[in-house]
């Protein structure tokens, strides 16, 4: 069975540029989560959905920042402009539901660096 | 305010030493608790969880924690560990929502 599938696994991009991370959960899921991963900060939640409806969006860091899910396959994360403080690993991460025990999936990570 | 607080951002041990790595949360409800692991480069993956019933559990590798209630602590354990269980590892809460400690890198001297 796939797990979370995320596209681009590297990116390198200048700063202002449009940067648009892509995800696919694990079939069935219903919970998506977003994370950032950096060394000053660790491992923050920056937006969940929950039968693609955003549940929390209070990790987003200001309005530069965007995410959608469309459907239940597919989420994006968009940064425009980018900036270089916005170099990180992005996570996005699946469960089914936020019930009980329910464990979150994570995908490989979208390693982004903003020159 | 539900947070989470791993004591220890760097812990150096040698091989078949006993490791304890601490978590402590704070939420007034009810909560899932799980400790993931991330080898280097790699993505985080369970370890274990506990959602109810027996507060001690058992995870994959050797590694366990005790969920003690009272103390708002979910510790976790492995009794002797090997050069390849170098890794950072995160405790996560559950409560109104999945939040992250700040991770605890290990280092295992062969």
């Known amino acids: 069975d796939a797990g979370v599938i995320q596209s681009p696994r590297h990116e390198v991009t200048e700063m202002g540029q449009e940067v648009t991370l892509r995800c696919k959960p694990i079939?069935?899921?219903?919970?998506l989560f977003w994370y950032r991963q950096t060394m000053m900060r660790g491992l923050e939640l920056l937006i969940y959905?929950?039968?693609?409806?955003?549940?929390?969006d209070s990790g987003m860091p200001e309005d530069r920042f965007s995410a959608k899910m469309p459907n239940a396959s597919f989420s994006t994360l968009k940064i425009q402009p980018s900036e270089p403080r916005d170099s990180a690993v992005y996570f996005c991460?699946?469960?089914?539901?936020?019930?009980?025990?329910?464990?979150?999936?994570f995908g490989e990570g979208s390693w982004l660096t903003v020159v | 305010a539900q947070s989470v607080s791993q004591h220890n951002h760097h812990v150096i041990l040698s091989e078949a030493a006993s490791l304890e790595l601490g978590c402590n949360y704070s939420y007034g409800g009810t909560v899932n608790l799980f400790w993931y692991v991330q080898y280097p480069g790699q993505h985080l993956q369970l370890l274990l969880k506990?959602?109810?019933?027996?507060?001690l559990v058992k995870g994959i590798k050797g590694f366990e924690a005790e969920f003690i209630k009272s103390k708002f602590s979910f510790n976790l354990r492995k009794p002797s560990v090997q050069w390849s269980d170098t890794a950072e590892y995160f405790c996560?809460?559950?409560?109104?929502?999945?939040?992250f400690g700040a991770g605890t890198r290990l280092f295992v001297k062969a």
């Open positions: 079939s069935g899921h219903n919970s």
């Open positions: 959905f929950n039968n693609n409806v955003p549940i929390d």
């Open positions: 996560a809460v559950r409560g109104f929502k999945t939040i």
């Open positions: 506990y959602f109810s019933g027996d507060p």
């Open positions: 991460a699946s469960s089914l539901g936020q019930g009980n025990g329910n464990t979150i999936y």
